[in-house]
């Protein structure tokens, strides 16, 4: 538990870890009772403590009660200076001291003879309700104490009700408990839990999905009415095992529109029982997380055509045909082997639902969702196409990560997407498979650098369609290593006069391209060579082969070709530099490697690397087929480097492995030979290795898509929490890490940051103003009520209404609420910001200066976050989405997606202290990761002990405690630094 959790947390907290840790079925785990015994010495220590809450101990004689509290004796007795403390009770000698209790002082004094005091006072923490009504709740009521501590401590069913009763707004836990009553609560409380906090009371009816146009069909479904809340309630937690309290939520958490669309009826009814008969002996409140996050994504991202139907990508034939045809993807076996019939959008959308009761990371589900998000971002005369659909659907099984470039970049044609399906298809005909291996990390290189500079605008939108063609072309038909080398470096060619650099030039350029576009202003100059200095060094730790350097070889042994064999000394130089790296000397011997390493791990690409010597080939008078061949071997070097550009650019911060490995590129298993079985090689990459020492160390397997998440999974581990007994949680930090490292800010001007720094403060401004003006409050409260929860709502509903209120809410405000009511406000009412406060009336003057620099699309697209889960595109967005709440599975990254706040965040901070928009390249990554080794949290979503984590990082900032940021800024430190170094 958080030590920097506010008093009202600590019991929702507490009883949340005793329902989830504290039994293992019903006896009491080693960690609750390791917990009781804290609460039992505490408890002892207190009453010596007395009513004036200090525990005094006059002198030797005086030292017995404290210390069998404590579990320790007195070796000798009171024997003066020498007076010794010993262990007698090990279990209470051990909480003692794990607790803090400054035993070694008291030791100090009994040996001097002198008083020992010590200031012992009790923390009162709230309790919802009163503490007599969770005590009459449990059948466990003689307990020695017989406190709602006690009763939370042992009884799970109890805690995890206190827990669910914590997560509904004040106003309808407190009908909840009058009219239904705790006791009646009590065996729904895994449903409420999970499902409850979107429930909402007001004027003695529920606030159902869909409005009171829809209360009709939620009395049908739910079986009671929602104006009578007790009854509709208890039957809607009780109802289908927790699956119409799930369905409900999901509802809940979307926007308005999409619920009157989505209640309407038949709808409501058929969706929900398509949900429910999907699997019929699944319980919804089974495990550790909720179920239905991926119906959440549905609901959340489904399309309507202009007749108000789901809408079809493609058309509704070709998906009839794919759930029915024998011979389509393995991917709509289940909808075959359950008769599913797409007859009309409604029936797809069935079916579709019916889906998310099935994890999966490539199913129906998600090709629909990536072809809707396709067609969502392309102009209506391009959607794509029927025969396209039928194309994708064959592979996306194996090919659904990299589907996503598709969304990103919509100018792609059908033609390059079903291109690039033929291609990667190419690959299955290469037998040998170094080849295979080396053939899939250079397209994949290729691709992720085209991908890179088209997110940077270097390529221009006119030239998408054209130089993704010329990218993967050239691998179309791979047959032998030296026919690799020259189409990989064709295809580099094309990237480089796509990207505005000379294809005739030294290829290294592409360090400065990576680094972003061409710089006039010195500041940003500066940034762009700091980054290419970054990219620089990765590629020198991993000791890879330049690009110069390759290509020079390779034009050197062709020219020998007609030269007769002679060669010159700068070939052998060059061959020589090859040969600049050596394998670790082994640990292990080979035995004991098979012993201890993974079954089928081989290092056999970095072993051929350490064996290429081209000097012999070089120097002796070699045939045409020779050099060739020498030639082919050049082909692992530069899919290495290509790939290792990849990992350059994509450089968390403060990354260790990167610089520390520098067999780490080199040993990316393309094929997935480290794993038995495994078929995923176009799968998003995952660490494997780690900590098993005889594997030759941590690398990763698996395809280039996501690099940066892997990246990031892969050096969160190296990040430093701050805070002791502070907890890195996997599941949220490599998103927040991903979201510092994918946008670049080149595109950005002063007008831009300042415009999103004054929307986030002008929210703050209407939020002030609404304390004296009911209007402007009615409209923030309209507006805000589209976007957060019912408990946030009435929240800040409740702090809007009085004074001092604004004070207490801002510092508990995300950034992208904020923001969302600032931008939003201004859309809707244009005429009337300048009238609120100062931001408002620079906001209007902005507008009028500058109106483009203020446009809702623009700000979305430069200071957004990816949504690779949600909205199956990695283009930069602004989706203005109520925090999502965690889950397991694939959906684990909603939660971190949906939380949008930190680059607003950090632009805010720029725009304040006179950053220019290019220091966000140094700012954003440094910021973010300061901010995770801030996170002091209790549990996955703790969004409170995120925003603390984030303010934290952006005080230390403005403070000027960031030494590295401070060199950064001043352009003569930094190049003081650089001279030092």
């Known amino acids: 538990m958080s030590q920097k959790a506010m008093p009202d947390e ?3 907290l507490l009883s949340q870890r005793v329902y989830l840790s504290g039994f293992r079925g019903d006896s009491p785990t080693e960690f609750l009772l390791l917990l009781r015994g804290y609460l039992r010495q505490a408890r002892e220590l207190q009453m010596l403590a007395g009513p004036k809450n200090v525990i005094r101990v006059a002198d030797c004689n005086e030292a017995a009660p404290l210390l069998q509290v404590l579990g320790y004796r007195l070796r000798k007795g009171c024997a003066g200076k020498d007076t010794v403390l010993e262990t007698a009770n090990p279990e209470r000698a051990f909480l003692t001291v794990d607790s803090g209790f400054p035993l070694t002082d008291l030791e100090e004094a009994l040996g001097k003879g002198v008083p020992f005091t010590y200031a012992y006072v009790p923390s009162r923490v709230p309790v919802l309700f009163r503490e007599l009504d969770w005590v009459k709740v449990s059948a466990t009521q003689k307990l020695p104490f017989g406190t709602c501590l006690d009763i939370l401590l042992n009884d799970p069913s109890i805690a995890r009700l206190y827990h669910a009763m914590n997560n509904t707004e004040a106003r309808t836990r407190r009908v909840l408990q009058a009219s239904i009553g705790l006791r009646t609560l009590l065996p729904l409380a895994p449903v409420l839990d999970f499902y409850g906090s979107q429930i909402s009371i007001r004027s003695g009816r529920v606030l159902v999905p869909g409005g009171t146009s829809a209360e009709a069909g939620w009395k049908s ?48 009814q058929r969706y929900y029982e398509a949900l429910h008969t999907a699997d019929a002996k699944r319980r919804a409140a089974y495990g550790v997380f909720r179920q239905a996050s991926e119906l959440l994504v549905l609901d959340a991202r489904l399309r309507w055509d202009a007749n108000g139907d789901p809408y079809i990508p493609g058309s509704l034939a070709v998906w009839k045909q794919l759930a029915q045809d024998r011979s389509s993807s393995k991917m709509f076996h289940d909808w075959k082997r359950r008769g599913y019939s797409p007859d009309t959008p409604d029936k797809l959308v069935e079916a579709l639902t019916a889906s998310t009761r099935h994890e999966s990371q490539a199913g129906p589900l998600q090709f629909y969702l990536t072809l809707s998000e396709l067609d969502r971002r392309r102009p209506a005369d391009r959607q794509i196409s029927a025969e396209t659909v039928a194309h994708l659907a064959g592979e996306f099984s194996d090919l659904s990560s990299w589907y996503l470039i598709f969304s990103e970049f919509p100018d792609l044609t059908d033609e390059a997407l079903v291109e690039f399906v033929d291609v990667v298809k190419g690959f299955e005909r290469i037998h040998n498979q170094s080849l295979r291996a080396n053939a899939i990390g250079a397209f994949q290189a290729n691709v992720g650098l085209w991908q890179i500079l088209a997110r940077q605008h270097q390529i221009r939108d006119a030239d998408l369609d054209s130089s993704w063609k010329s990218t993967i072309d050239p691998f179309a038909r791979i047959t032998s290593p030296v026919q690799l080398f020259d189409s990989t470096r064709q295809s580099f060619r094309e990237i480089l006069r796509a990207s505005g650099g000379d294809p005739g030039g030294a290829p290294s350029q592409i360090v400065e391209l990576l680094a972003g576009p061409i710089q006039d202003n010195p500041d940003a100059l500066r940034i762009h060579d700091r980054l290419a200095g970054k990219i620089r060094a990765v590629l020198e730790d991993q000791q890879l082969a330049s690009l110069d350097t390759l290509y020079a070889l390779s034009d050197g042994l062709e020219a020998m070709t007609m030269t007769g064999g002679r060669q010159t000394d700068d070939l052998l130089s060059m061959a020589n530099e090859l040969r600049g790296f050596e394998l670790p000397r082994p640990v292990f ?94 799968q998003p990459p995952v660490v494997v290795g780690a900590g098993v020492a005889a594997g030759g160390g941590a690398y ?82 309209a507006l805000l009520s589209r976007h957060v929860s019912p408990q946030h709502l009435e929240e800040i509903t409740d702090a809007i209404s009085h004074d001092g209120g604004p004070a207490i809410l801002l510092p508990e405000l995300m950034p992208s609420e904020a923001f969302y009511v600032g931008e939003e406000y201004r859309r809707l009412y244009p005429e009337e910001s300048a009238a609120v406060g100062p931001f408002g009336k620079e906001l209007a003057e902005l507008a009028i200066r500058a109106p483009t620099d203020l446009d809702r ?125």
């Not at 208890?234 to 979307?254: C, E, N, P, Q």
């Open 10 to 12: 600590i019991l929702p």
């Open 221 to 268: 479904l739910v079986g009671a009415s929602p104006q009578s809340p007790p009854a509709f309630v208890t039957h809607l937690l009780a109802k289908d095992d927790g699956w119409m309290a799930a369905y409900y939520d999901a509802l809940s958490r979307v926007d308005v529109a999409q619920q009157q669309r989505l209640t309407q009826s038949p709808r409501l």
């Open 589 to 682: 011997t080979n035995s004991e490697k098979i012993s201890w390493a993974p079954a089928v791990y081989t290092s056999h690409h970095v072993e051929l690397q350490v064996q290429t010597d081209l000097t012999k080939v070089i120097k002796s008078r070699a045939t045409r087929a020779q050099l060739e061949a020498a030639r082919g071997q050049l082909a692992p070097f530069l899919r290495d480097t290509l790939v290792g550009l990849n990992y350059a650019y994509y450089e968390p911060p403060g990354a260790q492995i990167l610089h520390a490995n520098p067999l780490f590129v080199r040993a990316h298993d393309f094929l997935s030979t480290s794993a038995l079985g495994s078929e995923q090689i176009w």
């Open 700 to 781: 990763l397997m698996g395809s280039l898509i996501d690099l940066p998440y892997t990246l990031a999974t892969a050096e969160q581990d190296f990040i430093v929490p701050e805070n002791v007994q502070a907890l890195i949680f996997r599941e949220f930090v490599p998103v927040l890490m991903t979201n510092a490292m994918v946008p670049r800010w080149w595109n950005v001007n002063p007008n831009e940051l300042h415009a999103v720094g004054l929307d986030q403060r002008f929210g703050e401004e209407l939020l002030r103003a609404s304390v004296k003006d009911v209007n402007t409050r009615s409209r923030v409260i």
């Open 857 to 981: 699309q623009t700000l979305s697209e430069l200071f957004g976050v990816p949504h690779p889960t949600l909205s199956r595109s990695n283009a930069r967005e602004i989706l203005n989405v109520s925090p999502f709440p965690f889950s397991g599975g694939y959906t684990y990254r909603l939660f971190g997606e949906s939380l949008e706040s930190t680059n607003l965040y950090w632009a805010r901070l720029a725009d304040e202290m006179g950053y220019s928009p290019a220091m966000l390249h140094v700012l954003v990554p440094e910021l973010t990761r300061l901010m995770a080794a801030k996170i002091f949290a209790s549990n996955f979503d703790d969004v409170p002990a995120l925003l603390r984590a984030m303010q934290e990082a952006g005080e230390d900032l403005r403070q000027g405690r960031v030494v590295s940021l401070r060199r950064a800024a001043n352009p003569a430190t930094q190049a003081q630094s650089s001279g030092d170094r």
